[in-house]
């Protein structure tokens, strides 16, 4: 440091300076005062401020406050706006931390935990980091673990991968739980509003427990009795198990969840396997049901309700890692449809005009290359213009792949639909009007009228190659454009070859499933990526449905039950049509319907076949029960090929042993949420076959679907230049795809009671 004149100076205009400078560090206001080298001096009052700063924050060392009134009656020597300590009067803590407001000890919500706290917490955890000390918990059927209340020595914890508690309780829909309540280990839910019924469900609308009147639903297990009136406003959770008292009746979940009369008789049960028992213990098989003795008509419907809700809550309320993970999504998602003519906008003879824009891309000029037909020399995906990103858009195209306005029968596909809906999703959930950092892009790699063999890996057709070619090029093509990518998934949309040659389901399976085994593992190898991308399949319906052979559905529908990633979106079967194939607007239809499925998995939400779970008849009814995904069911409209159609059986073809009965032999309703009472023309005998949507009676076509109210961003377009005038129908027009789910195409039998 200079000093001018040089430290330890006599001069008068020093010792002048040093007067004028002490004179403002005593008398001044509080600030800075430089000295004779330019350094700043605390003034005495800026001293004394940060004097008083350090004693508001010091706790009176020199004192132990035992309780809060012991504190409060030394408020003197506790500043205002300080906070101090006193000792825990329990266990759960070593001291509570309390703050002076205004003369006024008030706790500030901290506490000093104790030795014995920490101890009970590192007892909650595992070597594995999962919590030991379980109060009570609720899994699905697949013994996932949708909430758990852990006990700690502290009190009750509540962890969910669906909810959350904050220090006010938790409180969802018109339910609640407070932390006095907690804290007492008596827990009960109760209804906010004053109405009977009690809702708790996550933000995605899935339910972690419902009483709605006769029905209660908790994850994997649904309850419903016209027997037992449940005239409650709370659910207690108490030691062991969930209670519910209601006049002489106990409802326990402790393992298997159970109604018990007040002599511990079980009146219905299901079991830690997902079995479902009634009363004197008739059980229910996984699939097709199993019945021995004499059930009544009410016993039947609450069996199949439970069983089908049970099933629905297997995969439907299980939630894992998202695909992608969460955490490490990458700036692009490719999704790569392979298929037949289906997967390229086959018959679509048309693109329609769309100038939504969120930034989604296509490999080349169009989303299905150039090369989709078959006969040709050679097979890869051709991106028309090479491999570089174009922003995606719907393209007509002719069978050489040459892009036109006015000819080629190929023209919209799913793609953009798809990653648009895709996107909108994304965008709602990051909450963001457009995420720029993270976009979808599509590539068609299908090969139209091929077979599954043909389409297969080291077939001799090549086909298998539009894949691989299409892989290699968003490769290249990303890293030109400096995109981190991954696969998000595959869209597999083929079977309507084999379906129409009534192919077996035993012929048909292990080839969906050897196409699985090869697809993925080329998908992760060319990103690189360690996520598995999901796999998501359609069910073949309309006009391919080969008269009453079920062979492929039903092989579409076990490989969806047994390969956990992958998912079934539901059928094609019920979309307007010209005879086969789609409409440019049903294409666009079924792409949101595939991004609504994609969505949820993207997210950690995995959905369950909607499909019947198993029937019952005696005389001349049947009961089929069914995994509804958004209950109850509902009867809705389908197309026969563009006819909106409301078929009098509502596409339900009953055969026994003495022929079969459709149409106006059939009579159905809907009696619960999850069954279907059919009532034939005559007694039925023999062995009793259920089938829906079959090829005969019904054009590959039904009338069964959910509740689910979700619609698409997009609507039904018609009057457009090239478009076909038989696109052009009244009931749709202008009107936003309903994307409600439609039951699967199924044939089951029927067990006698």
């Known amino acids: 440091m200079a000093f001018n004149p040089e430290l330890g100076s006599t001069s008068p205009a020093v010792l002048l300076d040093n007067a004028e400078r002490l004179d403002k560090l005593v008398n001044g206001p509080a600030a800075d005062v430089p000295d004779r ?17 350090v004693r508001q924050n010091l706790i009176p060392l020199s004192k132990q406050y035992m309780t809060l009134e012991a504190a409060q009656a030394d408020i003197a020597n ?3 706006g300080s ?9 759960s803590a070593l001291a509570i931390e309390i703050i002076n407001n205004a ?16 101890d009970a917490l590192l007892r909650m955890l595992s070597s594995d980091g999962l919590v030991s000390d379980v109060f009570l918990q609720w899994l699905d059927k697949n013994d996932v673990v949708i909430a758990r209340w852990l006990e700690t020595e502290a009190g009750l914890a509540f962890k969910s991968r669906f909810l959350s508690f904050g220090p006010d309780g938790f409180s969802a829909s018109n339910a609640g739980v407070t932390a006095s309540r907690i804290y007492s280990q008596i827990i009960e839910w109760f209804t906010s509003d004053g109405s009977e019924d009690l809702v708790v469900s996550d933000k995605n609308g899935l339910i972690a427990l419902q009483l709605l009147g006769n029905l209660l639903k908790v994850p994997g ?43 511990g008789l079980i009146a219905f049960e299901v079991k830690e396997n997902g079995e479902v028992r009634s009363s004197r213990m008739y059980e229910l098989g996984n699939s097709q049901g199993q019945a021995t003795g004499t059930l009544t008509e009410k016993q039947v419907i609450n069996l199949l309700d439970g069983a089908g809700a049970a099933y629905a809550s297997k995969r439907h309320n299980q939630v894992r890692f998202p695909v992608p993970r969460g955490a490490n999504l990458k700036k692009l998602t490719y999704w790569f449809i392979y298929s037949q003519s289906l997967g390229n ?8 005009p769309d100038t939504t824009d969120f930034g989604n891309i296509m490999l080349g000029q169009s989303p299905r290359g150039s090369t989709f037909v078959k006969g040709l020399p050679s097979y890869d995906f051709g991106a028309v213009g090479g491999n570089v990103f174009y922003p995606l858009k719907e393209v007509r195209q002719t069978d050489a792949g040459v892009i036109s306005e006015t000819s080629g029968s190929h023209g919209e596909t799913i793609a953009k639909a ?3 809906e895709l996107k909108r999703h994304y965008n709602e959930r990051t909450r963001q009007q457009n995420n720029t950092d993270h976009i979808f892009g599509v590539a068609c790699c299908g090969v139209s009228g091929a077979s599954i063999a043909d389409l297969t890996k080291g077939a001799p057709a090549g086909y298998y190659n539009r894949f691989l070619t299409a892989l290699s090029g968003v490769a290249a093509a990303a890293a030109a454009a400096g995109y981190e990518w991954e696969v998000g998934g595959l869209i597999y949309t083929q079977g309507e070859h084999e379906a129409g040659n009534g192919t077996t389901t035993e012929i048909y399976q292990p080839q969906l499933q050897a196409m699985y085994d090869n697809m993925i593992p080329d998908a992760m190898a060319a990103s690189g990526q360690k996520s598995t991308p999901i796999f998501l399949i359609n069910q073949v319906g309309n006009s391919f449905i080969s008269s009453r052979n079920f062979g492929v559905v039903e092989a579409q529908r076990r490989f969806v039950e047994e390969n956990p990633l992958a998912f079934m979106v539901g059928s094609y079967a019920g979309l307007p049509n010209p005879v086969d194939h789609l409409f440019a607007n049903s294409y666009r239809w079924l792409g949101a319907q595939f991004a609504k499925v994609a969505d949820r998995v993207m997210w950690g939400n995995d959905e369950a076949n909607f499909q019947m779970v198993g029937a019952y008849w005696s005389g001349n009814t049947v009961y089929s029960g069914f995994s509804t995904r958004v209950p109850p069911l509902t009867f809705k409209a389908a197309y026969v090929t563009y006819n909106e159609t409301m078929y009098h059986d509502k596409g339900f073809t009953v055969s026994d042993g003495s022929g079969v009965l459709t149409g106006e032999d059939l009579t159905v309703s809907i009696v619960s949420d999850n069954v279907i009472k059919i009532v034939a023309s005559r007694p039925l005998t023999g062995t009793v076959t259920i089938m829906l949507g079959d090829g005969t009676a019904h054009a590959g076509v039904h009338n069964i679907a959910d509740s689910d109210t979700e619609i698409s961003e997009y609507v039904w377009e018609s009057g457009l230049q090239n478009q076909p005038a038989t696109e052009n129908i009244a009931s749709l027009n202008n009107k ?18």
């Not at 080298?37 to 700063?53: C, F, H, I, T, V």
């Not at 906070?83 to 009067?89: G, L």
């Not at 936003?736 to 009671?753: C, D, G, H, M, V």
Request: net charge negative; with cysteine; glycine share 10%.
């Open 345 to 352: 906008g086959g018959g679509s003879s048309f693109a329609i």
């Open 418 to 420: 798809f990653a648009d």
């Open 78 to 80: 506790i500043p205002e």
């Open 736 to 753: 936003p795809y309903s994307l409600a789910n439609r039951a699967l195409i199924q044939k089951i039998t029927a067990q006698e009671f």
């Open 83 to 91: 906070t101090t300590y006193y000792r825990s009067p329990d266990d």
């Open 221 to 263: 297990f649904t309850l419903s009795s016209p027997f037992i009136n449940f005239d409650v406003k709370k659910i207690g959770l108490r030691q062991g198990g969930t209670e519910i008292d209601v006049d002489d009746v106990i409802i326990c979940h402790t393992g298997p969840s159970r109604v018990e009369d007040k002599d």
């Open 103 to 118: 003369g006024t000890l008030q706790p500030t919500g901290r506490k000093m935990p104790s030795q014995e706290a920490v």
């Open 37 to 53: 080298g330019g350094d700043p001096l605390y003034s005495w009052r800026q001293m004394m401020a940060k004097n008083d700063e």
